[in-house]
């Protein structure tokens, strides 16, 4: 079952409003409104995670503070060290992420080095394999390198769209709305036309993707299970000489929209 709260305004907040606004219908409708849909989702295993939400109609925030994470790094020789800790769950159905923003403190002991490059994410699943944070691992906060002092840093990382390059046309021919009928005889100045109306109408859609900032693949399918979120980090070989652990403190925001399930 997904997780649910109801109306997050309580019976003497409710009856605040209505004496406010002297309506009891409109302040009703305000406050479901203000409620959205009540989704929220669970924190990740144990007293160093605690979570707070809040969501306003569609949009919601999540707030996960970090008190002394422990995350165990496990040196994979040449593929460098990895790490993860699972810190939150959205409930279930589709999750449209919006934005997202670490801000860290770290300490790493022993066997990471004192000025290592430790790399973070955040991902709908843990880091596998090698210290490459990408793909799912990394698809709600890209790697994010954070250069460390005396085994210690403040690692701070945003979700970012991944811009779309526009074509760059150098066919020679003049666009237009229109594309010519193809002959059956070769015509340069047809193709060159082509190909010049193509690349300005695909250059177009690019700006006005941009525009509305929907550059980022950012939708989450939870439907057959809901996804969670992972706090990734990753060491290369060479500052990494044997297990380790990486304790973490700070705060993680995720926004985002419920799409249904």
């Known amino acids: 079952m997904p997780s649910y709260t109801p109306a997050q305004f309580n019976a003497a907040e409710r ?8 309506n009891q219908q409109i302040a009703d409708r305000l406050i479901d409104k203000l409620d959205g849909t009540g989704k929220v989702g669970t924190k990740g295993t144990g007293s160093a995670i605690t979570v707070s939400e809040q969501s ?23 593929n460098g060290s990895i790490g993860s800790k699972k810190i939150y769950t959205f409930p279930s159905g589709l999750i449209k992420m919006l934005s997202a923003r670490t801000n860290l403190t770290v300490s790493t002991t022993t066997g990471i080095g004192a000025s290592a490059a430790l790399k973070h994410s955040v991902g709908s699943a843990a880091a596998a394999t090698n210290d490459t944070l990408s ?8 790697s994010t390198s954070t250069t460390l002092s005396s085994q210690a840093g403040s690692p701070k990382g945003k979700s970012a769209a991944t811009a779309i390059t526009a074509l760059t046309d150098n066919s020679g021919g003049t666009s237009s709305n229109t594309i010519a009928a193809q002959t059956g005889s070769y015509v340069q100045a047809t193709q060159q036309n082509t190909i010049a109306s193509i690349a300005a109408k695909i250059n177009e859609i690019i700006a006005r993707i941009t525009l509305n900032g ?34 973490v ?8 929209e419920w799409g249904g399930e």
């Open 15 to 22: 009856a605040t409003i209505r004496n406010a606004l002297g």
């Open 249 to 256: 403190s700070g705060t993680i925001y995720l926004v985002w």
């Open 214 to 247: 929907e550059s980022m693949d950012s939708l989450l399918d939870g439907l057959s299970s809901a996804v969670d979120v992972y706090l990734n980090f990753g060491v290369a070989d060479a500052d990494s000489s044997g297990n380790a652990t990486v304790t």
């Open 56 to 78: 306003a109609g569609h949009v919601h925030v999540t707030k996960i503070t970090l008190n002394a994470l422990a995350v165990s790094m496990v040196d994979g020789t040449t």
């Open 135 to 142: 793909l799912t691992k990394a698809n709600i906060i890209p």
